[in-house]
């Protein structure tokens, strides 16, 4: 039998309508509202807060989801890249139509083993199958410079002072203090005289004066810090003055874990 024209196109129409409606939408998790973080604790931990996060199908559960924070070199776009994972916290999966009401979390930090600019991605990732997807993700804005912790820390005002005939040099320092979770190992204060203007790594110059202080207890500084060392007198010539913070560790050797340099260059010359 042959179907009038008209009541041909109106099944035709009917047939691609029904296959323009989806089957039931798989369940995805997403991001709801803000997100952001910040690094806590004197860098040991990192604070995540979520507004939310929605399971938007009507019938269909997530699979078990993971909140990843994660330091890139540059924006995620939704495709497979290499990143330092700094934090990460592992959620149920959602029933259908349901949600992770407004959270915060503290989180143990992992931090980047070098310090520079990173752009920050917080991901939500679902287990789908045999393993776990990015469901969604959100870039945080501008870029954050991380990178290790500082376990040490040098406060003004900074004074040195040396004296050729009496044979010393006295050092000053507002403060010294550590964000150890324990005792630090023994310290040592050191007045140097280098040509160049010391950035940090192994120092080269001429070590002016030392002197030794006892660990530090967790929670404890050192204030209002005077101490006068013996004096060796660099040859002559200009050079920079820098006040350098070490630590005895396990290698029974002291290592630079702060420094002070002074703005101004310092003339030398033996009477």
């Avoid at 000053?172 to 203090?177: A, D, L, Q």
Wanted: positive net charge.
């Amino acid at each position: 039998m042959t179907l009038p024209l008209s009541i041909l196109i109106s099944v035709l129409r009917l047939s691609a309508v029904m296959f323009l409606i989806p089957s039931t939408a798989r369940a995805g998790a997403k991001f709801s509202g803000d997100t952001g973080f910040s690094v806590v604790n004197q860098g040991e931990s990192v604070s995540i807060t979520v507004d939310a996060i929605t399971n938007s199908s009507r019938e269909n559960a997530t699979g078990t989801l993971i909140v990843r924070l994660m330091a890139l070199d540059a924006p995620y776009s939704g495709r497979k890249t290499d990143g330092k994972l700094l934090a990460s916290y592992k959620l149920d999966g959602l029933n259908p139509g349901r949600q992770y009401s407004p959270f915060e979390k503290v989180l143990p930090y992992s931090t980047p083993s070098v310090k520079k600019s990173f752009h920050v991605c917080l991901m939500l990732m679902e287990f789908r199958g045999d393993g776990y997807v990015v469901a969604d993700y959100r870039n945080m804005p501008n870029t954050h410079v991380l990178g290790p912790s500082k376990l040490f820390s040098l406060t003004g005002p900074f004074r040195w002072k040396a004296s050729l005939e009496g044979g010393t040099v006295d050092i000053e320092i507002g403060k010294i203090s550590h964000h150890r979770a324990g005792a630090t190992g023994g310290l040592k204060l050191t007045v140097w005289a280098t040509e160049e203007r010391f950035k940090g790594g192994t120092i080269k110059g001429h070590e002016m004066g030392s002197v030794t202080k006892a660990p530090l207890k967790s929670g404890c500084v050192y204030t209002d810090v005077k101490n006068t060392a013996k004096y060796t007198p660099p040859p002559d010539g200009t050079f920079f003055i820098t006040i350098t913070l070490s630590e005895y560790g396990s290698d029974e050797t002291y290592s630079i874990v702060d420094f002070h340099t002074m703005s101004e260059p310092w003339t030398f010359k033996k009477p």
